[in-house]
């Protein structure tokens, strides 16, 4: 079949930045389509600009996938199916770890990209790709043990559970981190022997090339990863009304989820649906104050704010309210803002100008109910998708901050008194995807892990996301896990198998 491997992506050395700082409209690829194993342009009659969120420079241009050759890909993954999952454990599983490694040798060219298309730091980008490796890994060895089960029985029959790959796999990936949420269910899907129909980002497209570009290298056979680029809802109607497809996968807002979830209910599809968040921090008074506000910062700022499971509202007890917020305000200070592939960079743009204005209303909306501005509130003027860092405190509860998800670089600070109704708060929200606790008392991070209403819980730390443990949420944050082995088990059904011996002249019917 030849090189799949797009011209922009080559295996660089960590030391050649010459080419990693290569302006972006020079570095960035052509735009493709990924059908049956090959690279192809799109056939339809729209077209899509992917734009520089630091300049609204068009870095590239593409044209959409048509219905035909989404057909093509749909036959793709029918026809590829049963090859793929007759194939052994260990024979998917060197495939995979060979992608991650490729990812690994590719790191630096693929970061370059995705901080041109996205604007994240170029050493946010970096970190991105290696967790992507990290998880593509963890699937490969986890795919190796998607054991079933004997059941006791009696002497004369056996009870089995075994497991099967459910089928395959359409899977919609967002634009905030465009190569790990893709790895994020290509590697699954294909550890459990699931082949997968990537819809990406139309924003992002590049960095969903990447991930596709190792696992064609690695040697994943045609038809069982295929990417295509267009009109959402064009595609999910297409891809999902088929009668090909038994299992959907996506990280995207709840409206989308919500969509996607009818059209599958219709076609009776499995679903696993992560769908944003807007995680409650709560602060005690026995801890490190400075170095608590260090981490909280830092992770809110992080990708500029458009992380679903970063900390979002924050709840600090009065005691120590005025000095965390004081220590933010010097966090913020040193940030430097800048388009994403410059070094010095710390936080980029926002990825999209409907961010921006998001941004802007929910600002507007929080200072009318009274909150103040602490730092930043600025929305500097000409080219660009920036916003600055802000931070506010006096924030109603009922403002658009702090009821909603923002996916921008605003951290509102507020205070309590009682931790009862700082946890009642905190859990008055339809979102359920994270929830973060900082305390020196093991008595009271054990009540509020078991009281916050969310998926995941960090005691102590802002990190919830982890290969080897599920990451999904609860209430409208959606349903099913993705990592570890709950990740690889929702690409799998099971069949229980009960056999007893046959029946034998004179011995009558076993029952």
């Not at 011209?7 to 960035?28: F, G, H, Q, S």
């Not at 959402?232 to 995207?252: M, N, Q, Y």
């Not at 921090?281 to 809110?300: F, G, H, M, Q, Y």
């Not at 929910?362 to 730092?375: E, M, P, V």
Request: charged share 25%.
């Amino acid at each position: 079949m030849g090189k799949t491997t797009p011209d922009y992506i080559t295996c660089l050395t960590r030391n050649e930045k010459r080419e990693i700082l290569m302006p972006a409209r020079d570095a960035y690829p052509a735009i493709k389509q990924f059908i049956e194993g090959r690279w192809v342009d799109g056939d339809a009659d729209t077209s899509e600009n992917v734009l520089d969120p630091a300049t609204a420079e068009v870095l590239a241009a593409y044209r959409h996938v048509t219905a035909g050759q989404l057909d093509c890909a749909l036959d793709a993954v029918s026809r590829s199916a049963r090859g793929w999952r007759d194939l052994s454990p260990l024979h998917r599983s060197d495939i995979i770890r060979r992608a991650a490694q490729l990812l690994r040798d590719r790191a630096d060219r693929i970061a370059f990209v995705v901080s041109s298309e996205q604007g994240k730091p170029l050493h946010e980008a970096r970190a991105e790709v290696y967790a992507s490796a990290d998880i593509i890994d963890w699937c490969a060895e986890e795919g190796r043990r998607t054991y079933g089960r004997i059941v006791p029985s009696d002497n004369d029959s056996r009870l089995m559970v075994t497991t099967e790959p459910v089928g395959p796999v359409a899977a919609f990936t967002p634009w905030n981190f465009p190569v790990l949420t893709v790895a994020r269910k290509v590697a699954p899907a294909l550890a459990a022997g699931c082949p997968i129909i990537v819809k990406a980002a139309e924003e992002t497209p590049a960095g969903a090339m990447a991930v596709v570009s190792a696992f064609a290298d690695a040697g994943a056979p045609p038809g069982v990863v295929n990417l295509a680029l267009g009109v959402p809802a064009e595609i999910s109607e297409h891809v999902l009304s088929a009668g090909i497809v038994r299992k959907v996968s996506l990280t995207g807002s709840v409206p989308v989820g919500r969509t996607l979830s009818r059209l599958a209910a219709e076609h009776d599809i499995r679903t696993t649906m992560e769908l944003g968040g807007n995680a409650p921090v709560i602060v005690e008074p026995d801890i490190d104050v400075d170095e608590v506000a260090l981490r909280c910062a830092t992770s809110k700022f992080r990708n500029a704010g458009q992380v679903c499971n970063s900390p979002s509202r924050f709840f600090v007890h009065a005691a120590v309210h005025d000095r965390f917020v004081a220590a933010v305000q010097r966090f913020v200070r040193d940030i430097r803002l800048g388009a994403g592939t410059a070094e010095a960079t710390t936080m980029g743009p926002l990825a999209n100008s409907r961010r921006v204005e998001y941004v802007r209303r929910a600002l507007a909306d929080a200072l009318d109910r009274g909150a103040q501005i602490a730092c930043g509130g600025g929305i500097p003027s000409g080219a660009g998708n920036f916003v600055e860092p802000t931070v506010l405190t006096e924030v109603a509860d009922s403002s658009t901050v702090f009821a909603e998800e923002i996916f921008g670089p605003i951290m509102p600070i507020v205070r309590y008194h009682d931790l009862d109704d700082a946890i009642t708060r905190a859990n008055a929200t339809t979102y359920g995807l994270a929830s973060f606790v900082f305390t020196g008392s093991l008595a009271k991070a054990h009540r509020m892990a078991r009281e916050l209403e969310a998926g995941m819980v960090g005691i102590n730390t802002t990190v919830v996301s982890r290969a080897e443990t599920p990451f999904g949420g609860i209430k409208a944050s959606g349903h099913g896990f993705e990592s570890g082995l709950e990740g690889v088990d929702v690409y799998l059904r099971r069949k229980a198998i009960l056999e007893h011996d046959p029946a034998a002249p004179g011995r009558g019917v076993s029952h």
